[in-house]
């Protein structure tokens, strides 16, 4: 909503940051929202102050390795929440269309395990923490599994080769189908920024033929890294990214068209990796600070998942040296606390301190 053209007096901008809850339409079946989730006047309070608090925060720079990315305005600024029971709330830019960048390798994983089921993933790609870049090569030659996690680079490349089809633009509509279903609208390539990165991807290109000397990836290599770019370079809103993560919230069940996107049985894995390896080596001092599964990508985006109550999106285009967002990074860390949304604090299953258990 607040675009650059409309950064006014300060009045104004107060006037335009109204936020907004659009109340769901779904059948009860569909909505599963925990007993202790925060009232979404709580919600609103908490995403409205921690706009405020951090629409000046000027830390961190642009990813500029795709260079596509490095001219995003870095002023863009942009939060949504979306519950399991299909409430949305947002503010600042929502019509800025970024790329999902490696947020969209949670949405292949959960794809491939869709198809051959959570060992094979596990056994094929692995899940464990590389300690290293996304982009590591060293991780790949240094880990016995040679793959680390479906989320750092090598392993999401090798992810998309797992995915079945008898051809390359086949594969490519099956995964950007699944996406759109994850978000409950068509989502669309952002073609300058495929054409940006498919230019100056050698690195992802080098990994993939580390991959196959190490024979851990199952498809055509560089018709593999071709794949993942395009994935990469799917564009998002922060409304559609924050529903993308109310699926996972909900079970795998998307709160806005009730389709079950994700069998609910792979959930669990896909929040546990995210929770592991979702912001790479920022997701220690994360996981310590938050508590919570995410998922950066290098667009600028970051989201969150709470089960059983929602998600949070965050998109700010600059980023700190792991290539995590660092606005949406303070903005989700500062919801979080606010709503006792870290899954490690006893607030968030509704035990009080006294050890109680109570609706918040
Ligand atoms: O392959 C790359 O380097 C990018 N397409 C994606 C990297 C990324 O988003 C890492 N995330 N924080």
New binding site residues.
Partial sequence: MLTKRTRVAPLMVAILLVTSFIPGHLPARAQQTSPVAPRREQVQAAVREAYDKFKSDTGGKNADYIPYLAKVDSKLFGIAVVSTDNQALTVGDLDYSFSI??ISKVYSMALAMEELGPDTVFQKIGSEPTGRA??SVFAVADMPTHTGNPFV?AGAISTVSLISAKSADEKWNKILDFYSRAAGEKLKLIDEVYKS?AAT?TG?KALSMLLAKYDRIYADPFESVDIY?KQ?SVGVNVLQLARMGATLANNGRNPATGEQVVKAENVPYILSTMMMAGL?DGSGSWSWHVGLPAK???GGGIVAVVPGKGAIAVFAPPLDEA??SVKAQKVIEFVAKKLDYNLYSPGSVGLKPGGQIGQK
């Fill in positions: 960048q490696s996304f982009n680079n990165e991807n992802n770019t990469c790479y950066s990508g290098v290539g995590n």
